[in-house]
């Protein structure tokens, strides 16, 4: 009844836009157009309150909540819109509930038995071990001990090494990313998958219906008249009665075979070649795993694609990844994020690795806008003596998270956490590096839409080769970027301030 009501509610708001955008057209020839206005506006001003009414009883973060009652008060019809767009928040458990259900048999039923070594869990302190319980715990994957990865940096490495999984490739390519580009590097995939395909690989292509909303049809139907099974994530075709708009796929994710499989940070798209002038060179990071967390990969795609298909594939064909040589590779767990989970799992797990640092935090990431939790556990952190440091772009390529990322540079400053503008270029790698031993490298950003929107995935490591790789890109990172300095900072314009104190204001609906 609730639901019907919102969306009869949003069905008379369109007829009575129309009914306002066509009023220049026929005013002249009705009399007393001046009441449907002012019934318009107190219709708008009762929707405002009724939606400000669902926001109060749903009890989300009182920052989220007070953030929507200004924007309703202050501008009733965008509010009203804005909301109806990005907003709603009262059935996403329902929603998502048998995706979240059917995702954690999946990993019981594939992932739990796995045999861990307990003398390579001796070796990990108890701090960090407690972070992989928890992440278990939440994200119902195991720890593996028998997984090679190599770090991929930018563009050129990350493609080259893809291009060639895929045309390896025998029995199956497994393909899930947000952003999808009909371009050079967009061409030359899907080539390769047509190839596939014909060859008799099977080959299923899943994409963001939004992320890639820009994606030509011809690119699509090329795909699927050679064989590929393409299919869009949470497709929107009429948006105000979509409640799914706002819950978008920001995976990025190949499995190739079972054996090998990709996650990281970048999409599919000739901006990370660094071949769009208006970004320049783009710095990105993704990684390349081998052996028993190819499985976990593997069940996280197997199952967006039978929420979105129906079609269940969860068989020992597509399950069982060849395993490395015997030796200790480290500690490797895959861990997926999203509305689909009760906790907001990558978010506590970042808030973990945060508060077990014993020597250093190295944080990069392009959208910067934490929680309380987040901001309170990084400013304690730095005042206990932690080496806390924040990489983030000099330039933005999204303005509005841009500048309410630099709105907290204040008081992190302040608490004596390092802050450093990136400036080779533009920077999309998504890492967390705790005293040079642990480290998450995947989808995620540090922001709220990655907290709590978005589906998201991420490689969390310990002590592993491509942990000390990822420290050292760091390192070369920092050297090609210039730190901010807390009293020049303060001295920045006073229109940034007021644009930075302005998208704070909207930080809690990014």
Same mark, same amino acid.
């Given at each position: 009844?609730?639901?019907?009501?919102?969306?009869?509610?949003?069905?008379?708001?369109?007829?009575?836009?129309?009914?306002? @955008?066509?009023?220049?057209?026929?005013? #002249?020839?009705?009399?007393?157009?001046?009441?449907?206005?002012?019934?318009?506006?107190? /219709?708008?001003?009762?929707?405002?309150?009724?939606?400000?009414?669902?926001?109060?009883?749903? #009890?989300?973060?009182?920052?989220?909540?007070?953030?929507?009652?200004?924007?309703?008060?202050?501008?009733?019809?965008?509010?009203?819109?804005?909301?109806?767009?990005?907003?709603?928040?009262?059935?996403?458990?329902?929603?998502?509930?048998?995706?979240?259900?059917?995702?954690?048999?999946?990993?019981?039923? /594939?992932?739990?038995?796995?045999?861990?070594?307990?003398?390579?869990?001796?070796?990990?302190?108890?701090?960090?071990?407690?972070?992989?319980?928890?992440?278990?715990?939440?994200?119902?994957?195991?720890?593996?001990?028998?997984?090679?990865?190599?770090?991929?940096?930018?563009?050129?490495?990350?493609?080259?090494?893809?291009?060639?999984?895929?045309?390896?490739?025998?029995?199956?390519?497994?393909? +899930?990313?947000?952003?999808?580009?009909?371009?050079?590097?967009?061409?030359?995939?899907?080539?390769?998958?047509?190839?596939?395909?014909?060859?008799?690989?099977?080959?299923?292509?899943?994409?963001?219906?939004?992320?890639? $909303?820009?994606?030509?049809?011809?690119?699509?139907?090329?795909?699927?008249?050679?064989?590929?099974?393409?299919?869009?994530?949470?497709?929107?075709?009429?948006?105000?009665?979509?409640?799914?708009?706002?819950?978008?796929?920001?995976?990025?994710?190949?499995?190739?075979?079972? #054996?090998?499989?990709?996650?990281?940070?970048?999409?599919?798209?000739?901006?990370?070649?660094?071949?769009? =002038?208006?970004?320049?060179?783009?710095?990105?990071?993704?990684?390349? !795993?081998?052996?028993?967390?190819?499985?976990?990969?593997?069940? @996280?795609?197997?199952?967006?694609?039978?929420?979105?298909?129906?079609?269940?594939?969860?068989? =020992?064909?597509?399950?069982?990844?060849?395993? *490395?040589?015997?030796? !200790?590779?480290?500690?490797?767990?895959?861990?997926?994020?999203? =509305?689909?989970?009760?906790?907001?799992?990558?978010?506590?797990?970042?808030?973990?690795? @945060?508060?077990?640092?014993?020597?250093? @935090? $190295?944080?990069?990431?392009?959208?910067?806008?934490?929680?309380?939790?987040?901001?309170?556990?990084?400013?304690?952190?730095?005042?206990?003596?932690?080496?806390?440091?924040?990489?983030?772009?000099?330039?933005?390529?999204?303005?509005? *998270?841009?500048?309410?990322?630099?709105?907290?540079?204040?008081?992190?400053?302040?608490?004596?956490?390092?802050?450093?503008?990136?400036?080779?270029?533009?920077?999309?790698?998504?890492?967390?590096?705790?005293? #040079? +031993?642990?480290?998450?490298?995947?989808?995620?950003?540090?922001?709220?839409?990655?907290?709590?929107?978005?589906?998201?995935?991420?490689?969390?490591?310990?002590?592993?080769?491509?942990?000390?790789?990822?420290?050292?890109?760091?390192?070369?990172?920092?050297?090609?970027?210039?730190?901010?300095?807390? +009293?020049? /900072?303060?001295?920045?314009?006073?229109?940034?301030?007021?644009?930075?104190?302005?998208?704070?204001?909207?930080? =809690?609906?990014?």
């Amino acid at each position: 009844m609730f639901k019907k009501t919102l969306q009869l509610t949003m069905f008379l708001a369109i007829l009575i836009s129309i009914f306002v @955008i066509t009023k220049p057209y026929w005013e #002249n020839w009705i009399v007393g157009a001046n009441w449907i206005l002012g019934a318009l506006s107190i /219709f708008f001003s009762f929707s405002a309150l009724f939606i400000g009414i669902v926001i109060f009883l749903e #009890n989300r973060h009182p920052s989220q909540t007070l953030t929507w009652f200004v924007v309703l008060a202050a501008f009733p019809l965008v509010g009203f819109f804005f909301y109806m767009m990005f907003g709603r928040n009262y059935r996403k458990k329902k929603m998502f509930d048998q995706k979240a259900l059917t995702d954690e048999e999946a990993f019981s039923r /594939f992932e739990q038995n796995r045999a861990i070594d307990d003398d390579n869990m001796k070796m990990m302190g108890d701090h960090q071990r407690l972070l992989f319980q928890l992440a278990q715990r939440l994200g119902k994957s195991p720890i593996s001990f028998n997984t090679d990865t190599k770090v991929l940096t930018n563009g050129k490495e990350t493609y080259t090494c893809i291009l060639e999984a895929l045309r390896n490739a025998e029995e199956h390519i497994h393909m +899930e990313y947000y952003i999808v580009r009909h371009d050079n590097i967009g061409r030359q995939i899907r080539t390769i998958l047509m190839e596939k395909a014909k060859q008799g690989v099977e080959v299923r292509f899943l994409y963001d219906a939004v992320g890639s $909303w820009k994606l030509s049809r011809d690119y699509i139907d090329q795909l699927r008249n050679a064989g590929v099974q393409a299919v869009p994530f949470l497709p929107v075709k009429l948006p105000l009665f979509n409640n799914k708009i706002n819950y978008r796929n920001h995976r990025k994710i190949v499995v190739i075979d079972g #054996n090998v499989g990709f996650v990281g940070g970048l999409n599919i798209g000739d901006e990370y070649l660094g071949l769009n =002038p208006t970004y320049g060179y783009w710095r990105d990071t993704h990684l390349m !795993v081998k052996g028993e967390a190819v499985r976990s990969l593997q069940i @996280i795609f197997l199952q967006d694609w039978y929420s979105m298909t129906g079609e269940t594939l969860l068989d =020992p064909n597509y399950l069982s990844p060849e395993i *490395p040589s015997a030796q !200790v590779y480290g500690g490797v767990q895959m861990i997926a994020g999203g =509305p689909d989970h009760q906790w907001d799992i990558i978010k506590k797990l970042f808030f973990s690795m @945060i508060i077990s640092a014993k020597k250093s @935090i $190295w944080i990069t990431s392009p959208y910067f806008i934490p929680d309380e939790d987040i901001l309170n556990a990084l400013r304690v952190a730095a005042l206990s003596g932690i080496d806390v440091r924040l990489l983030f772009p000099a330039r933005p390529d999204k303005k509005l *998270p841009f500048y309410a990322s630099r709105s907290y540079f204040p008081s992190l400053l302040e608490a004596g956490v390092k802050i450093y503008e990136y400036r080779k270029g533009f920077l999309h790698s998504k890492i967390i590096i705790v005293d #040079n +031993e642990l480290a998450s490298i995947g989808t995620a950003n540090m922001d709220m839409r990655s907290f709590h929107l978005n589906f998201e995935v991420n490689a969390f490591l310990y002590r592993t080769k491509s942990t000390l790789r990822l420290v050292d890109d760091y390192i070369q990172d920092l050297e090609d970027s210039t730190p901010l300095v807390l +009293e020049s /900072f303060h001295k920045r314009g006073f229109y940034y301030k007021i644009l930075e104190s302005t998208s704070r204001l909207l930080s =809690p609906l990014l």
